[in-house]
């Protein structure tokens, strides 16, 4: 028996996620990463390889934030930009993330 590591199993969730969802330009799939910084989410048409809107916690208006209110504000720019792109639904791939 192979002894997995919190990574390993993450990666393996996210496989198997990956396997079931699949965007597409009417439908994008929005995909979050999470990390002890920050968090970044954006929009991808898998059909066509794009990225259709992002947004990273880098930028100005969510660097000085807590976590909450980073991940908050996040899916607020989010979906104004994905509004902007012309998206209206979106399939959510949680990345591994139970």
């Known amino acids: 028996m192979t002894v997995m590591t919190k ?5 393996k969730r996210r496989r198997r996620v990956r396997a079931k969802i699949q965007g597409t330009a009417k439908r994008p799939r929005i995909s979050v990463f999470r990390s002890n910084r920050g968090i970044f989410a ?35 720019l989010l979906a104004q930009r994905a509004k902007a792109a012309g998206v209206e639904t979106v399939v ?3 990345g591994g993330y139970q």
């Open 42 to 76: 954006q929009l991808i048409d898998d059909e066509s390889g794009r990225t259709l809107a992002s947004v990273n916690w880098i930028e100005s208006d969510l660097r000085t934030l807590t976590g909450a209110e980073q991940a908050a504000k996040a899916g607020e």
């Open 7 to 11: 990574p390993q199993r993450r990666l």
């Open 92 to 94: 959510f791939d949680r």
